[in-house]
């Protein structure tokens, strides 16, 4: 008994030996019901536009939208993220886009809960970068900077239309301070208590959002580092969610996600609600990249980049793969 709990008694490998005993004893995995799909729509087209920088991905039309939601519910996924992306000359410096009935985010949560009901949860960015003809995320005072107040307003008036619109969850992403009370009162005010928030609680001004840009058709001009989320502050992370969660969000989010590994451990360590991830499109372009010139396995950095996740304590993963992720899941254990 000397040589208990050291080798050559311990021998950590006998548990690696086959993919079956590694499948056993696997202290994490990554579900289809773990994962939320982000989707472009975008007003205008026809048929899917193909995004250059994210290969796979594209901005869909109303039709290919409303398949691909349908793809996502079969697969098993539990949840789509809406983006709308408007008509060039509809946006204009308070983002009238976001707050018309008519506007495509409206439309495309419409036509999602037309086409799964309540087999997806249906979600929606809350925001008006996409819709504002400066890029930003919020109305801008006579300076130029982003008014938080202000832009708090026609927070409220978005979320009336969206929760109107069909969408069971509203992401309020533009990092303004008193974002998700504000928007909390708003919707309680207009009956829609059923409505959950999605708060993006940490999210930091990141080199990675590059392709999202093009996602969106961007129009910002500068940056947005006077209100999303410094990259060295962690600290300042945990103090976001505790606003958060006194404003009254029902879930939390980190983004981006592999970058911010350690704060998504930190808040999920902290919060008493479920944690989300944005894996985002930086991430998913940079694999995807390495992929097309055969420096990686593209499945197996897929599967693996989605258990960091839920290794770092994630509840929900919001990624571009989540289709594909959850189809192969079920083909592999037809």
């Known amino acids: 008994m000397d040589n208990a709990g050291t080798f050559p008694a311990v021998r950590p490998r006998r548990l690696r030996t086959t993919a079956a005993m590694r499948r056993m004893v696997a202290e994490h995995r990554v579900h289809p019901a773990d994962l939320i799909l982000p989707a472009f729509v975008r007003e205008g087209v026809g048929e899917p536009v193909p995004l250059a920088s994210m ?19 079969e697969a ?54 996409e ?42 992403s533009g990092m303004m301070d008193g974002q998700v009370g504000h928007v909390r009162a708003a919707l ?28 969106v058709n961007s129009s910002l001009t500068g940056d947005r580092k006077a209100y ?3 990259p060295p502050n962690a600290r300042e992370a945990l103090r976001e969610l505790a606003q958060d ?19 998504l451990r930190q808040v999920v360590d902290a919060s008493p609600v479920p944690v989300g991830a944005y894996q985002i499109s930086g991430e998913y372009a940079m694999v995807e990249a390495a992929a097309e010139r055969g420096w990686l396995d593209r499945e197996r950095a897929i599967e693996e980049t989605l258990t960091a996740f839920k290794r770092a304590g994630a509840d929900v993963i919001l990624t571009y793969w989540a289709t594909e ?10």
Not at 195 to 214: I, N, Q
């Open 188 to 215: 309680d005010a207009a009956g829609h208590t059923d409505v959950a928030l999605l708060a993006y609680t940490a999210k930091f001004a990141s080199a990675f959002y590059g392709p999202f840009r093009e996602a």
């Open 245 to 263: 969660l006194a404003e009254g969000a029902d879930m939390v989010m980190v983004k981006p996600g592999l970058p911010y590994l350690d704060v």
């Open 76 to 129: 098993g996924v539990s949840g789509i993220m809406l983006f709308g992306v408007p008509d060039e000359a509809k946006k204009d410096a308070i983002g009238s886009p976001g707050t018309d009935p008519d506007g495509i985010l409206q439309r495309a949560l419409r036509a999602v809960r037309a086409e799964v009901g309540d087999a997806l949860v249906v979600m929606s960015d809350l925001c008006l970068d």
């Open 131 to 172: 819709v504002t003809d400066h890029g930003h995320c919020g109305v801008l005072d006579a300076e130029g900077r982003v008014d938080n107040d202000a832009t708090l307003e026609r927070y409220a008036e978005m979320a009336r239309v969206q929760a109107e619109a069909g969408a069971h969850v509203l992401g309020p």
């Open 325 to 334: 992720f959850a189809q192969r899941w079920g083909r592999e254990r037809a």
């Open 55 to 73: 290969p796979g991905v594209a901005q869909h039309s109303l039709d290919s939208l409303r398949k691909a939601a349908g793809e996502a519910a």
């Open 228 to 230: 999303q989320q410094d």
